[in-house]
T-cell receptor
Framework: EPEVTQTPSHQVTQMGQEVILRCVPI?????FYWYRQILGQKVEFLVS????????KSEIFDDQFSVERPDGSNFTLKIRSTKLEDSAMYFC?????????????FGSGTRLTVV | GQSLEQPSEVTAVEGAIVQINCTYQ??????LSWYQQHDGGAPTFLSY????GLEETGRFSSFLSRSDSYGYLLLQELQMKDSASYFC??????????????FGTGTQLKVEL
């Protein structure tokens, strides 16, 4: 079964450092997303990406965050200057056409720990 | 804005039936989904309701009442492996393309012997 892969599975970084989280969505999917989940809390929407541009972003997705699809397969989330409160599990997801009301496929996540 | 409320925790015994409720307040609504998450792992899609009524997928069923802004997930013949967090999520279609899922607060289901 096709899957979304994320690397690394766990990243520890010092406050103020830049991190790049990587994702390989399912190959024939068109829409890509980043979500985050702070430990013990709900899954929160960060950003959606389609046709090489952001289609929506949340209030969490401020100027410190950016996304990129540098080639035909990878989808990255960059945090420019990490803060302690950025510590969370970050999930990448992809979906096919918007008209298809099936679920996203989520990756296994990257646990980001900012120290 | 959007908000979805679920009970924080439900406990049931193996073999039983359990219902997890979800009430929502949303500005845009194109359906209610349910996801299962084990121990902080990837949320996995369980079920989707775009219209009122019951959808059945094996041991899992999901119900939606749009007039009541309410839905539930029904799990039958509970197994120990069903112990997980369950999230309802409202689907909104983005004008820029794609779907946006807004997740509920999550319900921790504990299945006991």
């Amino acid at each position: 079964e096709p899957e979304v892969t994320q690397t690394p599975s766990h990243q520890v970084t010092q406050m103020g450092q830049e991190v790049i989280l990587r994702c390989v969505p399912i190959s024939n999917h068109l829409y890509f997303y980043w979500y985050r989940q702070i430990l013990g809390q709900k899954v929160e929407f960060l950003v959606s990406f389609y046709n090489n541009e952001i289609s929506e972003k949340s209030e969490i997705f401020d100027d410190q965050f950016s996304v990129e699809r540098p080639d035909g397969s990878n989808f990255t989330l960059k945090i420019r200057s990490t803060k302690l409160e950025d510590s969370a599990m970050y999930f990448c997801a992809s979906s096919p056409r918007a008209s298809v009301p099936i679920g996203y496929t989520f990756g296994s996540g990257t646990r980001l720990t900012v120290v | 804005g959007q908000s979805l409320e679920q009970p924080s925790e439900v406990t049931a015994v193996e073999g039983a039936i359990v219902q997890i409720n979800c009430t929502y307040q949303t500005s845009g609504f194109y359906g209610l989904s349910w996801y299962q998450q084990h121990d902080g792992g990837a949320p996995t899609f369980l079920s989707y309701n775009g219209l009122d009524g019951l959808e059945e997928t094996g041991r899992f069923s999901s119900f939606l009442s749009r007039s009541d802004s309410y839905g539930y997930l029904l799990l039958q013949e509970l197994q120990m492996k069903d112990s997980a967090s369950y999230f309802c999520a409202v689907r909104d279609i983005l004008t820029g393309g794609g779907n946006k899922l807004t997740f509920g607060t999550g319900t921790q289901l504990k299945v006991e012997l």
